[in-house]
């Protein structure tokens, strides 16, 4: 089983759609979450941390389920910049250890 | 903002030949990190530093991978003899020392090994 799964679309979606994705990760003693957005042959920029009490930031947010395992992030409001590939990402032993990536959620906002 | 800074954007090489990847963390960061990216593929941890020593590596991290860090302010990734399979984005990345793990990356070298 793969240490973070995420579907990897694409999701296609109209300008102004909410739009949910869904990570599953397999080592329930991963200590952090995070959301990282990565456009096109670019690195991975940190969108957003998740912590258990859901957290959201303007149209972003962001929700983790430690019994399941499992992280979102839901989009409002999408719009054309948004579109880029949104990587899941768990960090396994606190504050200097190695990020786990999953092979991320790609994201096509159309007009 | 503070940024990480990696020189070269891009490198090209023949295979064997040795390559040095550089990258200026964030100024008050104090752990280091080296990831890799081949094309469609996701990023793969290859190497984290702490106060002058390695902290963890990964099985890619073999006996042709080196780090330093030369002086105060650059961190160096060094591949001995490279192969065609070495092909990809490197991004280096740094931490801070409170938080929680967040780290934050460099643009990246692509290396492309012919």
């Known amino acids: 089983r793969k240490e973070v799964e995420q579907d990897p679309g694409p999701f296609n979606v109209p300008e102004g759609a909410t739009v949910a994705f869904n990570c599953t990760y397999s080592?329930?003693?991963?200590?952090?979450f995070f959301w990282y957005r990565q456009d096109c042959r670019k690195e991975p920029k940190l969108l957003m941390s998740?912590?258990?009490s859901g957290n959201e930031d303007g149209r972003f947010t962001a929700q983790l389920n430690r019994a399941s395992q499992y992280i979102s992030l839901l989009i409002r409001d999408s719009k054309l910049s948004d579109s880029a590939t949104y990587l899941c990402?768990?960090?396994?032993?606190?504050?200097?250890?190695?990020?786990?990536f999953g092979t991320g959620t790609r994201l096509q906002v159309t007009l | 903002e503070p940024e990480v800074t990696q020189t070269p954007s891009h490198q090209v090489t023949q295979m064997g030949q040795e390559v040095i990847l550089r990258c200026v963390p964030i100024?008050?960061?104090?752990?280091f990190y080296w990831y890799r990216q081949i094309l469609g593929q996701k990023v793969e941890f290859l190497v984290s530093?702490?106060?002058?020593?390695?902290?963890?590596k990964s099985e890619i991290f073999d006996d042709q991978f080196s780090v330093e860090r030369p002086d105060g302010s650059n961190f160096t990734l060094k591949i001995r003899s490279t192969k065609l399979e070495d092909s990809a984005m490197y991004f280096c990345?740094?931490?801070?020392?409170?938080?929680?793990?967040?780290?934050?990356f460099g643009p990246g070298t692509r290396l492309t090994v012919t």
């Open positions: 990345a740094s931490t801070p020392t409170s938080g929680a793990g967040e780290q934050y």
């Open positions: 530093f702490y106060n002058n020593e390695i902290s963890e």
């Open positions: 080592n329930s003693a991963s200590q952090s």
């Open positions: 990402v768990v960090n396994r032993a606190g504050t200097a250890s190695k990020l786990t």
């Open positions: 998740v912590y258990s």
């Open positions: 100024s008050n960061h104090l752990y």
